[in-house]
């Protein structure tokens, strides 16, 4: 603290004493003022609060909303050093030092990341009760001596052989990365993570013994290319699920802890909420394949097909192919790493979509 001792003459004059506490004041406010931290920008401001954060902007409004894990917190714009209230997922006020503009760029304040942060934090231990993805399965098709379908495009004037076993491995263990990253409180598993053969039965296998507790749930994201030998102009990526008709055995009588005549019903409703949600899966992962490689490559949609690996696992889940390696201007894309890792970065955002809609108050609600 700064302290200033004031030089008064002995008969106190109130006008005096009152003016050097002013200044006294005012020198205070200055220096601590100065020992704040500078303000953040926006860029920042998502790394402090979340791996998976995201922002939006009203420029007309000047108001903004900071998006992590499920939650969200509302603000506007204030003078420099102004304290307002932020709105919480829609219900609940704090009050915070406000983000300001100051030359045409919004600068928010140490205090204010740090209300956010602790805001959302506490929204997120109140999630402990809620439904939530605890376990991800991403499974790169195909492996080992099974190399998938095979290109062979041309690439500056050179005959170029490219794999489907070896692209969707890059794209997998991408994903995986970002997945950790984002959500080290879940279990991110792959089914192969090097060239290995591995069976169909020995993939859903792996996934269905994943062991989860009350109010958890786990997805299964299989990666493919696609193949059209007969049909070189084809080309484009989709994403496939299991058609609604299908139905299997999801409830095991031996284990089932209640009466047996119920376990059909049981089994069909399940099978119904697995569609559902593989449907909104496959939904948030186009829509990110579509901003991030549509001006490069057609979407060829959602589809419905038995795939043994989608038919298998007891779960939500998808396969997805990035593109027909049969295909000369596919296949030459599938090449380029920085188009690959576009399809892991839009593959990561519609998972993370997915979980944030389940994962949020009021979401989804899986049977157990």
């Not at 997922?89 to 919004?106: F, N, Q, R, T, W």
């Not at 950790?180 to 020995?202: C, G, H, I, W, Y």
């Amino acid at each position: 603290m700064l302290w200033i001792k004031p030089r008064l003459t002995p008969y106190k004059n109130k006008r005096a004493i009152m003016k050097r506490k002013l200044i006294v004041s005012l020198i205070y406010v200055v220096f601590t003022m100065n020992l704040q931290a500078d303000p953040l920008l926006l860029e920042d401001v998502l790394k402090r609060i979340g791996r998976t954060s995201e922002f939006q902007w009203e420029p007309f409004l000047q108001t903004g909303v900071v998006y992590d894990r499920g939650h969200f917190v509302s603000f506007y714009t204030g003078k420099k050093g102004e304290t307002g209230v932020l709105l919480v997922d829609g219900y609940h006020i704090i009050e915070a030092p406000l983000p300001y503009i100051e030359k045409s760029v919004v600068k928010f304040p140490e205090a204010f990341v740090a209300s956010v942060e602790k805001a959302i934090n506490e929204e997120v231990k109140n999630d402990v009760g809620l439904f939530r993805i605890a376990a991800i399965i991403i499974d790169p098709g195909h492996g080992g001596k099974d190399t998938g379908a095979i290109g062979t495009p041309t690439i500056n004037g050179k005959k170029t052989t490219i794999q489907e076993k070896d692209v969707a491995l890059k794209v997998s263990k991408d994903l995986y990365a970002q997945l950790v990253k984002a959500f080290p409180n879940k279990q991110v598993l792959m089914t192969r993570n090097n060239d290995s053969t591995v069976s169909l039965e020995e993939r859903v296998s792996f996934a269905n013994v994943v062991n989860l507790a009350q109010n958890e749930a786990i997805i299964f994201v299989s990666v493919h290319c696609n193949a059209a030998p007969y049909k070189a102009n084809a080309r484009g990526y989709e994403v496939w699920y299991l058609p609604p008709d299908v139905r299997r055995s999801l409830i095991n009588k031996s284990t089932f802890d209640g009466p047996v005549e119920v376990v059909p019903i049981l089994n069909s409703m399940k099978e119904e909420e697995f569609t559902i949600e593989s449907r909104l899966l496959a939904s948030s992962i186009l829509k990110r394949f579509d901003e991030v490689i549509g001006k490069s490559s057609p979407s060829r949609g959602i589809k419905e097909e038995e795939w043994y690996v989608v038919k298998k696992a007891n779960m939500p889940s998808v396969l997805v192919e990035l593109g027909f390696i049969t295909n000369a201007s596919d296949a030459k894309l599938l090449t380029d790493s920085a188009y690959v890792k576009n399809f892991s970065n839009a593959l990561f955002k519609g998972i993370s979509d997915f979980i944030a809609d389940y994962e949020q108050p009021g979401g989804f609600n899986p049977l157990h």
